[in-house]
């Protein structure tokens, strides 16, 4: 129960300052993501994207962890990069965590896509 409410506190403060305390990649400004994203598909800096995806993913695992599901059953990675940059190119000061949490919202049944505050 208690990692539920925990998990919970995720869902419901997606969209706003987190409640929760982001650790490493997680914090930095979605506007990181896209600049990261665009060296990263012109060869130039073939490391930052990579990690930043890799915390989404860990981020969804603690969600699936904690919830004892599997929300990202049917995703590949092609799937989220493309989700967390759509999101990410209309709130560019929102944090990578906040784009993380908004991808759980919509695979929950929330937004059809990534929608700008």
């Not at 305390?21 to 130039?44: D, L, Q, Y």
């Amino acid at each position: 129960m208690k990692r539920f409410l925990i998990a919970l506190g995720f869902v419901l403060f997606a969209g706003q300052a987190p409640a929760y305390f982001t650790w490493g990649i997680g914090e930095m400004p979605c506007n990181r993501f896209v600049s990261a994203k665009i060296e990263f598909e012109h060869a130039r800096d073939q490391r930052t994207h990579p990690a930043q995806l890799n915390w989404v993913k860990g981020f969804i695992t603690g969600i699936n962890w904690s919830r004892d599901s599997n929300i990202a059953r049917d995703l590949t990675i092609e799937t989220v990069d493309s989700w967390i940059d759509g999101y990410c190119r209309k709130n560019l000061n929102d944090s990578i965590a906040e784009a993380s949490a908004a991808l759980v919202v919509h695979l929950e049944g929330g937004a059809d896509k990534p929608e700008a505050k």
